[in-house]
C-alpha cells in the first residue's frame, strides 16, 4: 500500500507497514503507529468483513447479526526479510477470507469490479473505434 495514493487508505481491508527491521525498524513502528491513529478516526459500515452466524469472542451483536469485523481495518508491522510479523498477516488475511466468502461479500465485490471494467472496456474502445473512423477524422 502506498499512503501517497489519495483515497486508497479509505478502501484499505488490512494495512501492511513492511521493514520492521534493521535501520527503518524506528521508521515503521512510527508509521504502523500513525495508520493505526488515522484508521481510528475511518469506521467501515457493520459486516464490512462479514457475519457470522454464532456469537465468539470479540464479535458484537448487531440486528441480530453476529458481526465478527474490527471497526476499522487492522494495520499490522511485519518484515519480510526476518519474517515478523508473517504469521499474524497470514490469520489476518484468513479470518478475512473467512469473513467475506461466508457472507457473499466477495461475489458482490467481484460483481461490482466485473461491472466497472465491462463498461470501462466498453467506453474505451467505442472512443478508439470513433477516433480510428475515418469518417469521423474528416
Same mark, same amino acid.
Given at each position: ?7 486508497? %487508505?479509505? #478502501?484499505? !481491508? #488490512? ?38 452466524? =454464532?456469537?465468539? !469472542?470479540? *464479535? ?6 453476529? !458481526? *465478527?469485523?474490527? $471497526? $476499522?481495518?487492522? %494495520?499490522?508491522?511485519? =518484515?519480510?526479510?526476518?519474517? @515478523? ?13 473467512? @469473513? ?9 465485490? /467481484? ?13 474505451? /474502445? #467505442? ?10 477524422? =474528416?
Amino acid at each position: 500500500l502506498q499512503g501517497s495514493k489519495k483515497g486508497i %487508505v479509505e #478502501v484499505a !481491508d #488490512v494495512l501492511v507497514v513492511n521493514k520492521a527491521d534493521g535501520e527503518y525498524e524506528k521508521v515503521a513502528k512510527k508509521t504502523a503507529s500513525e495508520y493505526k491513529k488515522a484508521m481510528g478516526l475511518l469506521r467501515k459500515p457493520v459486516g464490512w468483513w462479514g457475519k457470522k452466524s =454464532s456469537e465468539s !469472542d470479540g *464479535c458484537s451483536k448487531e440486528n441480530g447479526a453476529i !458481526d *465478527c469485523a474490527p $471497526a $476499522a481495518p487492522p %494495520v499490522l508491522l511485519i =518484515s519480510a526479510k526476518t519474517g @515478523f510479523g508473517l504469521e499474524e498477516l497470514w490469520q489476518t488475511i484468513s479470518k478475512y477470507r473467512e @469473513f467475506t466468502n461466508s457472507s457473499g461479500n466477495v461475489i458482490e465485490k /467481484r460483481k461490482k469490479q466485473n461491472r466497472y471494467w465491462m463498461w470501462k472496456y466498453l467506453r474505451e /474502445r #467505442v472512443l478508439e473505434t470513433a477516433k480510428n473512423n475515418p469518417r469521423v477524422k =474528416s
